[in-house]
């Protein structure tokens, strides 16, 4: 059985920094690209940050440059994102994403979300 399982998320005041944890099961990790989407109210899910499977090659949404850093253990199947300097506009549900595209065929598998709030 696939899951994915975000933590770490919660109510923390602009400035301040979280730190999420999806951990990943059922499925051969390493093998998967790995993603951060986000989903605020009222709009559309949007990629907030990407790593590679081989390679840990990163790729980062505008939003997050500079503020956010994705990494992953493929020992442990987790995948991570240390947000830093949090906004009120941060403010969304936190997606955790596997991809693996073989031929044709995409395989994909999403978590649950963690909510992230960032307000005083």
């Known amino acids: 059985q696939v899951q994915l399982v975000e933590s770490g998320g919660g109510l923390v005041q602009p400035g301040g920094s979280l730190r999420l944890s999806c951990a990943a099961s059922g499925f051969t990790f390493s093998s998967y690209a790995m993603s951060w989407y986000r989903q605020a109210p009222g709009k559309e899910r949007e990629l907030v940050a990407s790593?590679?499977?081989?390679?840990?090659?990163?790729n980062y949404a505008d939003s997050g440059e500079g503020r956010f850093a994705i990494s992953r253990d493929n020992a442990k199947n987790m995948v991570y994102l240390q947000m830093n300097s949090l906004k009120p506009e941060d403010t969304a549900v936190y997606y955790c994403n596997a991809v693996k595209q073989i031929l044709f065929v995409t395989y994909e598998y999403w978590g649950q979300g963690t909510q992230v709030t960032v307000s005083s």
């Open positions: 790593i590679t499977s081989i390679g840990g090659a990163t």
